[in-house]
């Protein structure tokens, strides 16, 4: 499966605006929420309760925030861009600023695996990082992901 399949335009936030990790959490739960039809509160609670195993910032400026949810039909794909970083208790301390906000079903699991894997795959690539950054509107970021996407 690949990304552009899941991700919805409307998930994509191209400048988040909070400063800390609840903050951007509830920004990306937002429209997530809105398209799957879901209560942001019920993400937000799985999104939390997954951040308190430990931190989805897993180094390199990217956050991966993910959880499972009961009532959710199926898989919700969110991204945001923080230019100036947002301290989300990454691995290696620095800030983070590229963020993928994955939610599944709770029964599908394998799905759950093989997307946080491909995004992970992606996003070891610095120049599709420095592109996504530099990226002015929604559509250049669904462009840049296809083209890095369509790779594998």
């Known amino acids: 499966m690949k990304i552009l399949e899941v991700l919805d335009k409307e998930a994509i936030i191209i ?31 799985v999104l939390l309760e997954r951040e308190q195993l430990g ?3 897993i180094g390199g400026g990217i956050g991966i925030p993910h959880g499972k949810l009961k009532s959710l039909k199926s898989l919700v794909l969110g991204f945001g861009l923080s230019r100036k970083g947002v301290d989300f208790e990454s691995m290696d301390g620095k800030p983070t600023h590229i963020f ?12 759950h695996l093989k997307m946080l ?4 795959r992606i996003l070891k690539n ?5 592109k996504l950054m530099e990226a002015a509107s929604s559509e250049e970021i669904l462009s840049i992901i296809k083209e890095e996407d369509d790779r594998f």
């Open 15 to 45: 400048e988040l605006k909070s400063d800390d990790k609840k903050g951007v959490l509830e920004e990306l739960v937002m429209p997530a929420a809105r398209i799957a039809g879901v209560k942001n509160e019920e993400v937000m609670r």
């Open 55 to 57: 931190s989805t910032g």
């Open 117 to 120: 894997a491909r995004i992970s």
């Open 100 to 111: 993928f906000l994955l939610v599944t079903p709770e029964n599908s699991t394998g799905l």
């Open 126 to 130: 610095d120049l599709f990082k420095k």
